[in-house]
């Protein structure tokens, strides 16, 4: 294959929320481009893009896809997204790369929440966006309420460039508001007539209005069109690009996926007014502490950036990269920025779905497969051995739901963290730990159906099945008031024994001090070679768990007396004296139960503000305030006991029909209240029964 000058590639992410007919869209654009015989079906498994058996199984986009067709002499590299609110971090990797978003919108639900997050991912990139209304053969399709929902929730910067011909049933084509005509499909093929006369009112109104909202960008076109002279419909097509490129103007398109009405002239917008990697602004590369910009120019040095990283079962490892600069070629030697080792690009791929085909070399702007780097992972640049810059990828999201993980067969412990760590260089939203004082390899993602396939990708790709189980919160206890107490260690077998005393003093701290150490021993009490053992004989009773069985934290030890044997006196002796001893005084203490609390920041359309308010009120959480968002958003920030925000993922999503978002952090521990710590204990006990 030969190579394509960055002027001719388009690189369009298809967005949208799930339903809309995104992958169903990438199937008619391949096989109206001829890049295949007949269009698959999502039902049936059978396209493209969705090609992972789990996506296969669920019926849903997973990960993002590479599809990429030929309009022309232009190629365009699809990239088709999940539209599921757990795998947003595909969007945002597909919409680092692209130079277009395309918005897919059901003509029957309308606007809905996803389409609503990816324009706002995609602002945030002052990304250029066109829209596609699609579905428009349905039943209940409604095109003129769709487009008035764009106008009133995306501004007026919304451009219908068709009408459609017909409705529901009866949809057979789209009338072209640029070039006043109407193109009709018989039997699939297009053909282009004269507006019907039924909607040639609606539709001369409708010209009107977008010619002049294109021209007023343009002082040349608007003087020339208040002198009465209307400019030629390239002359409208190459003014509706430039704004277009500038995001100012966002045109609206319209068809039907599955009957592939209005798909190739999709293609041919995106051919003829999407804008191409030389439209784009540079990139900000950083080298050390200075930053600076590099062009998206073919004969400028080679750099690269891995946006997506694919676990092939049979290839190995797959780093998709996006060429930012220069042009790229077969066995390069690049330099990770991040590790700072050379890797040879062996082979360069362009992938379509799971196929692949060699290609010689990329250009700046293209998007390239490179199998079997040996140590890149996603978010890595690769540059020139004599320019070590970093580029700033796409941050990975906080996680916002975890699960503990056991694997059901005995011994496959390190078999699972092995497979865990693997999943998490494909897919950079997922999160692994192990808790060592709760005993749990925790998954944490972005809700329920991220961890549940997760959970299946670990048995179809690695051979481990596992069990899942809550998270178990980490409580801990600490003291209310000062005790004294004497541990003793006495042991006496035949020939060495063991002795040792120590008494010792608890003092409560300041809530976060941890654990202080105070050695009062005076005339020799206890040698001095044995008090670090008295410490660290608290210490392990600490960790080990008071009254509750929880670690005690936020405690003073003071060390004020003790005895000892001249000959059977050890460090265990008096290592066991203080653990004896510091049990005894914990108790006499007031020991409470303290538990983690996380301060949780809320954003939620104010529509929803009080529902929020009423449900974090019922979780025991204490609202610290709030403050306008983007928009219409409110933004609440409260304290909450990280018990009562185990599934606050999927509940805020339910209660604010996923419009509301979350960021959560550790923040204190605080004293449970006498009531609840009751409560708990008989629910730990009975779990640890």
């Not at 995104?22 to 893009?49: M, Q």
């Not at 960008?217 to 608007?222: G, Q, R, S």
């Not at 007014?273 to 120019?297: C, F, H, K, Y």
Request: hydrophobic share 40%; with cysteine; net charge negative.
């Amino acid at each position: 294959m030969g190579t394509v000058p960055s002027a001719k590639i388009r690189n369009v992410a298809l967005v949208g929320h799930g339903g809309s007919g995104k992958t169903t869209l990438a199937e008619a654009l391949l096989h109206c481009s001829g890049a295949l015989n007949r269009p698959g079906r999502v039902e049936d498994g059978s396209t493209v893009s969705d090609f992972e058996p789990e996506e296969q199984k669920h019926g849903i986009s997973i990960s993002l896809a590479l599809a990429p067709i030929w309009h022309e002499d232009v190629r365009i590299n699809l990239l088709d997204t999940p539209g599921y609110a757990d795998f947003v971090t595909e969007v945002e990797a597909a919409l680092s790369v692209a130079d277009l978003a395309v918005l897919v919108v059901s003509a029957v639900e309308g606007v809905e929440v996803q389409t609503e997050v990816a324009w706002r991912l995609a602002a945030r990139r002052n990304l250029p966006r066109l829209i596609f209304v699609n579905k428009l053969d349905r039943e209940r399709s409604d095109f003129e309420g769709t487009l008035e929902q764009l106008r009133n929730l995306f501004g007026a910067g919304i451009a219908p460039l068709e009408l459609p011909i017909g409705h529901e049933a009866s949809f057979s084509g789209v009338a072209d508001l640029l070039t006043d005509t109407a193109i009709t499909y018989d039997s699939g093929e297009p053909v282009t007539g004269t507006i019907p006369d039924d909607m040639e009112e609606l539709e001369h109104r409708v010209h009107e209005a977008l010619v002049e909202g294109i021209v007023v960008a343009d002082d040349t076109l608007m003087e020339r069109y208040l002198e009465g002279d209307v400019p030629a419909p390239k002359e409208l097509e190459a003014a509706l690009a430039h704004g277009v490129a500038a995001g100012s103007v966002f045109p609206v398109v319209c068809g039907s996926a599955t009957k592939e009405v209005g798909i190739d002239r999709l293609a041919a917008f995106i051919a003829e007014i999407g804008p191409s990697p030389l439209d784009r602004p540079a990139t900000r590369v950083r080298a050390g502490s200075e930053e600076t910009e590099v062009p998206v120019d073919p004969a400028g040095p080679p750099l690269a950036r891995v946006f997506k990283t694919i676990a092939d079962p049979y290839v190995g490892r797959i780093s998709l990269l996006h060429v930012l600069s220069g042009t790229v070629k077969a066995d390069s030697v690049l330099v990770n920025s991040r590790t700072h080792a050379e890797e040879k690009l062996h082979s360069l791929q362009l992938l379509r779905g799971k196929e692949s085909e060699p290609i010689g070399e990329v250009q700046a702007g293209d998007v390239v497969a490179v199998p079997k780097l040996a140590d890149v992972h996603t978010g890595d640049t690769l540059a020139p051995k004599n320019m070590p810059v970093l580029v700033d990828g796409t941050t990975p999201p906080s996680p916002l739901l975890s699960t503990a993980l056991r694997p059901r067969a005995k011994g496959d412990e390190d078999k699972l963290m092995t497979a865990l760590h693997r999943l998490q260089e494909e897919d950079v939203a997922l999160f692994v730990r192990r808790e060592d004082e709760t005993h749990q390899t925790i998954l944490s993602g972005m809700g329920d159906t991220h961890l549940q396939i997760a959970c299946e990708r670990l048995h179809r790709k690695y051979g481990v099945d596992v069990e899942t189980e809550p998270v178990k919160v980490p409580y801990r206890e600490t003291i209310t008031r000062q005790a004294e107490a004497e541990g003793k260690y006495k042991k006496q077998t035949g020939g060495h024994g063991q002795y040792g005393v120590c008494n010792l003093r608890l003092e409560p701290l300041d809530r976060g001090s941890g654990f202080e150490f105070v050695d009062a021993i005076v005339g020799g009490a206890i040698p001095r070679q044995f008090i670090p053992a008295v410490e660290k004989g608290v210490q392990e009773a600490m960790g080990n768990g008071g009254h509750f069985g929880f670690p005690v934290v936020d405690v003073k030890a003071t060390c004020f007396d003790g005895k000892f044997h001249s000959v059977d006196s050890s460090e265990m002796s008096f290592k066991m004296a203080a653990s004896l001893g510091f049990k005894e005084a914990v108790e006499a203490a007031g020991p409470v139960l303290l538990e983690p609390v996380s301060r949780l920041e809320v954003t939620v359309p104010s529509a929803y503000q009080g529902d929020v308010l009423g449900d974090l009120n019922s979780r025991r959480g204490r609202v610290l305030g709030t403050d306008t968002g983007e928009g219409d958003e409110q933004v609440v920030v409260a304290l909450v006991p990280t018990s009562e925000l185990g599934r606050y993922a999927t509940d805020l999503r339910s209660l604010t029909g996923g419009r509301g978002r979350f960021r959560l952090e550790h923040e204190r521990y605080e004293v449970v209240p006498p009531q609840i710590a009751e409560r708990l204990m008989k629910q730990i006990e009975a779990e640890r029964a």
